[in-house]
Nanobody, 124 residues
């Protein structure tokens, strides 16, 4: 009933920019926290950036000053603008959203959902 889909990944050169998008669809009432995680080969998944319903943000130290997270509540979409990309940013980026939605139009529930992931590769 609820689907979260990322887009915008790709291959960029060192110092380049990329903008990721994550759109949630379904019988959504509201979305609380939305965030981006990433997982590089051989490493654990880590939080990159998070944004609350009210717009408060939090970033990993490694991306502060380079990445910007934003959201469009009307579109149920969260974005991640990535600038000054480095090879160490190479990873699969996953969208996560805390969503309140209806189940078959009868019951309301709140759950977190993950996107399928989008590959970001930064060459050096």
């Amino acid at each position: 009933q609820v689907q979260v889909v990322e887009s915008g990944g790709g291959l960029v050169q060192y110092g380049g920019s990329l903008r990721l998008s994550c759109a949630a669809s379904g019988s959504i009432t509201s979305i609380y926290d939305m965030g981006w995680f990433r997982q590089a080969p051989g490493k654990q998944r880590e939080l990159v950036a998070m944004i609350t319903l009210g717009g408060s943000t939090n970033y990993a130290d490694s991306v502060k000053g380079r990445f910007t997270i934003s959201r469009d509540n009307a579109k149920n979409t969260v974005y991640l603008q990535m600038n000054s990309l480095k090879p160490e940013d190479t990873a699969v980026y996953y969208c996560n959203a805390d969503i309140v939605h209806f189940v078959r139009g009868a019951y309301s529930t709140r759950n977190t959902y993950w996107g399928q992931g989008t590959q970001v590769t930064v060459s050096s």
